[in-house]
Antibody, heavy 118, light 107 residues
């Protein structure tokens, strides 16, 4: 059974940093691209970032480019999202998701809440 | 960036009704489109990928069609467990983009 377990969400002050982790199990992590999608309270889905199997191809939404860094450790079956210079607009539930071979997200974690507030 | 526009914003329907949700891309995306279902407090779940391919385990009352810029998700006979919000997503190019969502509510 595919499982994606996010952690690291917290209350953080504006300008602060946070690192999210997503531990994967139930599939060969190193064979699949991965991504992060977020959802602000009461709002729709917003794609944040995606990373290829080896990490050689990385993509970001303009809203996070230069502030967020996605990376993965295939030896630990773990995906990460380093978030810097956080602002209120980054407040959201962050989902880790496994991509199929066409950048569609076929499995999702339960989400972790990031709240940016003074 | 490719903009994805869904309609309607919400729909009220009864059990057994046929429901159609549309998604329009601001430029052609071939068949690189997926549909997701999200229930309150839960993660999204993929229903359809490649515009018309049914994800494994998804009931056959869900179907997708379209290519280029215009796509539809059809629920042939609405069931109680189908009341949720539905999103389309283009997978043609980065940045990946989602539609604004369509909430299917009980009439």
């Amino acid at each position: 059974e595919v499982q994606l377990l996010e952690s690291g969400g917290a209350l953080v002050q504006p300008g602060g940093s946070l690192r999210l982790s997503c531990e994967a199990s139930g599939f060969t992590f190193g064979n699949y691209a991965m991504g992060w999608v977020r959802q602000a309270p009461g709002k729709g889905l917003e794609w944040v970032s995606s990373i290829s199997v080896s990490g050689g191809r990385i993509y970001y939404a303009d809203s996070v480019k230069g502030r967020f860094t996605i990376f993965r450790d295939n030896s630990k079956n773990t995906l990460y999202l380093q978030m810097n210079s956080l602002s209120a607009g980054d407040t959201a539930v962050y989902y880790c998701a496994k991509a199929n071979n066409s950048w569609v997200f076929d499995y999702w974690g339960q989400g972790t809440l990031v709240t940016v507030s003074p | 960036d490719i903009q994805m526009t869904q309609s309607p914003f919400s729909v009220s329907a009864s059990v057994g009704d046929r429901v159609i949700i549309t998604c329009r891309a601001s430029q052609g995306i071939s068949s690189w489109l997926a549909w997701y279902q999200q229930k309150p407090g839960k993660a999204p779940k993929v229903l359809i990928y490649a515009a018309s391919s049914l994800e494994s385990g998804v009931p056959s009352r869900f179907s997708g069609s379209g290519s280029g810029t215009d796509f539809t998700l059809t629920i042939s006979s609405l069931q109680p467990e189908d009341f949720a919000t539905y999103y389309c997503q283009q997978a043609n190019s980065f940045p990946l983009t989602f539609g604004g969502g369509t909430k299917v509510e009980i009439k």
